[in-house]
């Protein structure tokens, strides 16, 4: 048999297959020399929000996980529970990160499990993430801004006006990431003939100039003062609204200037990519968190269905309640009031599997109610009926209810007025509320007759341990209807 002689490709192979044989062999006789280390960061140089729940810590070699349990150290704390994954570890926030800090995730002194022997010790680690700055929007009562929307940051103290000076704002709701504001406003000389706000205003958008979160993920920078009409006035009064959570569509509640009783809701996606459409009658309104449905007072009682118009979706119908206030913010619970037969108003806690709760009773007016990110409290923002001498009135206070023990934690008297506004902090740790004149109009206020306070209300990390009552702050601007951003 007659031997080939090896082609140039097949010494080059050959080669490469012993190279690879002695590379192979020194690694089993000398080891792994490379050293445990983190591998990826989910959060490393990110902006989170109140939403973001857990970060994770990937390994390149199996730990010690009682020891990175010890020695995982985040700065300022983050209480939290680790749990893993083979070597991926997740460590789930108790509750959302407080706003305006720079967090600082540290890892060393741990190292790799190899059954029972001393592994090699990890690469020392450091990472970091931010939450959002503490930011709110008004509508400005001030002289120079008096009607427009006003940006408020904590953190540089500067209120910038982001609405055209001749637009006059009744209403507004940001987006999910506070990029967009949608707003009910009238043009201001409307107002100055005397004619009511509510007969005239159109729906807009506006761009708020906040920068994307994370740009890989979210929409790009839009400069601040893109104006967009969502709906004008020409045939149909707008009423009020709800903008979805997910910000692409907003629901309209209309009565047609020809003929009264046409008085439905409308939806609107804000791309215009579907002309608006009528879908049902209605009273109080808000969408549901998944941005999918509508939950309305109608008749005796309130239904749920699809936000899209002529869907044969199956109805929700709850008789017993005749308004919801808001919802969880994972869709789990919901805020509603029953008006009882004696006059009296009760809050339930609604829980998607049917679960009913009475959490508290009042004789007056329950007008909103917030709940925390964990959902173990309510702040119910609700009046008392007392009476003086032949005089009744409706005195307001803010209580925070524990949802579990229906036990009032806090309860803060709140100036007397009709219509109070509060929001909630996406971080659960603050509430501002607003004060104006009794008994003044919008367009009162927005003319230049009365004169708005908002005021900043503290809620402590503790609240259960607290005794005393919580004391609100005045701040130093001069505007109502105040709104977080997240």
Known sequence: MTNTPLQPLDRIAMAVMTGLAIVTLLLLVSGDRTLPQVRDFNWQNRSIGAEDTAFTLTFNRPMDRAVVAQQLKVAPPLPGKISWAGSKMAYTLLSPAPYGNTYQVDLRGVREKIGKQRGKEIVPFVGQFRTPDRMFAYISSGEADRGRIVIYNFKTQSPIAITPPNLVVTDFKADRYSQKIVFTATDRQTLENRQPAIASQQVYSISTGIAPRNTENDEQFIPPGKLEVVLDNRDYQNVKFDLSPDGKTVVVQRVSRK????????????DKSVPPAKLKQSGDFVITPDSTEVAAAVGQGVSIFSIVPNANS????????????????????????????NYTKSLFVVKNDGIEQQIFNTNGSIWDAKFSPDKDIIYCLATELKTKGETSYEEPFLAAIDTKTRKILQMTLLPIQQGLQMSLSPDGLAVMFDQ??????TNQIVQGSSNGILWLLPIPPNIREIKTPITATRLPLSGWHPRWLS
Request: hydrophobic letters at 50%; aromatic letters at 14%.
């Open 436 to 441: 104006v004149d009794l008994g003044e109009s």
């Open 259 to 270: 003929n009264s009783t046409d008085f439905a809701l409308w939806v609107v996606a804000l």
């Open 314 to 341: 199956k109805l929700d119908f709850l008789p017993k309640f005749g308004n919801v206030l808001s919802f969880a913010n994972d869709g789990t619970a919901a805020a509603m009031v029953e008006y009882n037969s």
